[in-house]
């Protein structure tokens, strides 16, 4: 489903937490999640101690608007919702890799958790439409 340029518009200037909420609900809805890829995911150092985080979208619409900078090779990738849970997630749990949710270009406060915290937070909204 495309996102409108004023939904894009106000859903980048909420707060973190207003994103990671919005983000949860309509990865859950639509089955998948988004990330920036070129030969790899793109990762960012964003969480105070330079350790990878992995930046996930809620549509493609917003990562495509993140692939500046370093990432301007980068293109938008469609996750599965089952790949996300059965699999990613697991595995950068085991890594120790965070995960960023909506980032947003030009700020720094794109919300980051842990992989086992955001699998949780899937599981618990996919148990809203069962």
């Known amino acids: 489903m495309k996102v409108s340029a004023k939904e894009i518009e106000a859903m980048s200037n909420k707060g973190s ?43 493609r619409e917003y990562a495509a608007n993140c692939a500046i900078d370093g990432w301007e090779n980068y ?17 950068l749990s085991s890594k120790g890799t965070q995960v960023g949710i909506f980032s947003v270009p030009g700020l720094s406060n794109t919300p980051v958790v842990d992989a086992e915290s955001l699998l949780l937070d899937l599981e618990h909204e996919c148990s809203n439409y069962m």
């Open 75 to 91: 293109k938008p990738k469609a996750l599965s919702l089952d790949y996300i849970m059965d699999e990613l997630l697991p595995k």
């Open 17 to 59: 937490k207003e994103r990671y909420i919005y983000s949860i609900k309509r990865i859950v809805d639509n089955e998948k999640a988004w990330v920036l890829d070129y030969d790899g995911f793109a990762l960012s150092g964003i969480n105070g101690d330079n350790s990878e985080v992995l930046i996930l979208w809620p549509a």
